[in-house]
């Protein structure tokens, strides 16, 4: 790989010393008389193959330099178009070309998975509409004319579905406040194990139901945050742990004080994420489980608004698991 500028200098220099040799031809040929008669016969033939040479050398250069930029024009136009399946193939051994064609790949990559992701986006949110207006209208369908009783089990069913809507609905409003550019966070001094002591406690209940043992290890960390959505964030995962981890199985929860951030990370001994969905999962509406089945309930936002907030902290939540192992989610939050 050479860059750029060496290639331009190389060539300046094969043309530079061209034309001095062709001088020195030249000049022999003028120093010595013997040569007078040869020289006036040859200057011309110099001068041309000094100029042919040039103009050769030119043109090599331009040419090596314009194809890949001309390429990636049209490469752009393309991806402009909509066409995200292309992709930039000529080779070149010039280190800023080489960048640029690997950046407008990367590019044409980026806006392909967004691509993907708007319509699996799409295909979840209607899905996750169409399963509860389906009950409700065949249910009230089935009461209005007589075929069903109004009993309050079916009455209790519908409600359901209407609560299952709500949440959906609020949830996609809590999603567009927590992405939202000027999201107002009040922060306050925190220490991280306390809030995750206290956010633990309102898992008790859910806790021993399922028969789950839950560990809260570290040691004190003050960072400024939002409080709230801190706290938000941290029942997120625990739910999602409790949610993904079998009857019997364990959550541990460990805070560390670094020098500049807190440290929090959950981890569980539940069903665990696939290499397939894991690069996804804080994508809005993204379910592992493409079945949507309303065993797991959820509908996939908690982990993109959990994203949202933690970012608008200037930190970083990532996701490491083991199918069928467990997982474990890391909240980093700069002091
Ligand atoms: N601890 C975990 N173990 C296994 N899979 C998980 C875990 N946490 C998240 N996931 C996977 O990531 C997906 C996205 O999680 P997220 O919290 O955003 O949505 P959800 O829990 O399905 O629904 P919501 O949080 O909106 O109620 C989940 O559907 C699940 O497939
Ligand atoms: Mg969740």
């Given at each position: 790989m050479r860059s750029l500028r060496t290639q331009i200098a190389v060539a300046t220099c094969i043309v530079v010393f061209a034309t001095i040799v062709a001088a020195c031809i030249l000049s022999n040929y003028l120093t010595s008389g013997m040569f007078a008669a040869c020289m006036a016969a040859h200057y011309p033939a110099?001068?041309?193959?000094?100029?042919?040479?040039?103009?050769?050398?030119?043109?090599i250069l331009a040419r090596q330099i314009s194809h890949p930029i001309v390429k990636a024009a049209a490469v752009t136009e393309q991806i402009a178009a909509g066409d995200y399946d292309v992709r930039f193939e000529s080779p070149t051994k010039t280190t800023e070309l080489h960048d640029l064609v690997e950046a407008v790949n990367h590019l044409a990559g980026?806006?392909?998975?967004?691509?993907?992701?708007?319509?699996?986006?799409?295909?979840?949110?209607?899905?996750?509409?169409?399963?509860?207006?389906?009950?409700?209208?065949?249910?009230?369908?089935?009461?209005?004319?007589?075929?069903?009783?109004?009993?309050?089990?079916?009455?209790?069913?519908?409600?359901?579905?209407?609560?299952?809507?709500?949440?959906?609905?609020?949830?996609?409003?809590?999603?567009?406040?927590?992405?939202?550019?000027?999201?107002?966070?009040d922060k306050t001094e925190t220490d991280l194990f306390a809030l995750a002591q206290s956010v633990t406690d309102n898992f008790a209940?859910?806790?021993?139901?399922?028969?789950?043992?839950?560990?809260?290890?570290?040691?004190?960390?003050?960072?400024?945050?939002?409080?709230?959505?801190?706290?938000?964030?941290?029942?997120?995962?625990?739910?999602?742990?409790?949610?993904?981890?079998?009857?019997?199985?364990?959550?541990?929860?460990?805070?560390?004080?670094?020098?500049?951030?807190?440290?929090?990370?959950?981890?569980?001994?539940?069903?665990?994420?696939?290499?397939?969905?894991?690069?996804?999962?804080?994508?809005?509406?993204?379910?592992?489980?493409k079945s949507r089945t309303r065993g797991t309930g959820g509908a996939g936002i908690g982990l993109a608004i959990a994203k949202s907030v933690v970012t608008a902290h200037g930190g970083e939540v990532t996701a490491q698991s083991e199918p069928g192992q467990g997982s474990r989610f890391t909240i980093s939050l700069p002091k």
């Amino acid at each position: 790989m050479r860059s750029l500028r060496t290639q331009i200098a190389v060539a300046t220099c094969i043309v530079v010393f061209a034309t001095i040799v062709a001088a020195c031809i030249l000049s022999n040929y003028l120093t010595s008389g013997m040569f007078a008669a040869c020289m006036a016969a040859h200057y011309p033939a110099v001068a041309a193959f000094s100029v042919i040479f040039s103009v050769a050398m030119s043109f090599i250069l331009a040419r090596q330099i314009s194809h890949p930029i001309v390429k990636a024009a049209a490469v752009t136009e393309q991806i402009a178009a909509g066409d995200y399946d292309v992709r930039f193939e000529s080779p070149t051994k010039t280190t800023e070309l080489h960048d640029l064609v690997e950046a407008v790949n990367h590019l044409a990559g980026a806006l392909s998975k967004q691509e993907t992701l708007r319509r699996q986006l799409t295909a979840d949110v209607a899905h996750e509409l169409r399963t509860p207006l389906t009950t409700l209208g065949t249910h009230l369908e089935a009461m209005t004319e007589g075929v069903w009783e109004p009993t309050p089990d079916r009455l209790n069913s519908c409600h359901e579905e209407i609560l299952r809507l709500g949440k959906m609905v609020s949830d996609i409003e809590r999603l567009e406040r927590a992405e939202a550019d000027d999201l107002q966070l009040d922060k306050t001094e925190t220490d991280l194990f306390a809030l995750a002591q206290s956010v633990t406690d309102n898992f008790a209940g859910e806790l021993s139901k399922k028969n789950l043992r839950l560990d809260l290890c570290g040691e004190a960390s003050i960072v400024s945050v939002d409080k709230d959505r801190i706290a938000g964030v941290i029942g997120n995962l625990i739910s999602n742990a409790v949610k993904y981890t079998p009857d019997g199985g364990g959550i541990r929860i460990t805070v560390e004080d670094k020098d500049k951030a807190g440290i929090l990370t959950i981890e569980d001994t539940g069903i665990g994420i696939s290499e397939t969905d894991l690069p996804y999962i804080f994508e809005r509406f993204y379910r592992a489980d493409k079945s949507r089945t309303r065993g797991t309930g959820g509908a996939g936002i908690g982990l993109a608004i959990a994203k949202s907030v933690v970012t608008a902290h200037g930190g970083e939540v990532t996701a490491q698991s083991e199918p069928g192992q467990g997982s474990r989610f890391t909240i980093s939050l700069p002091k």
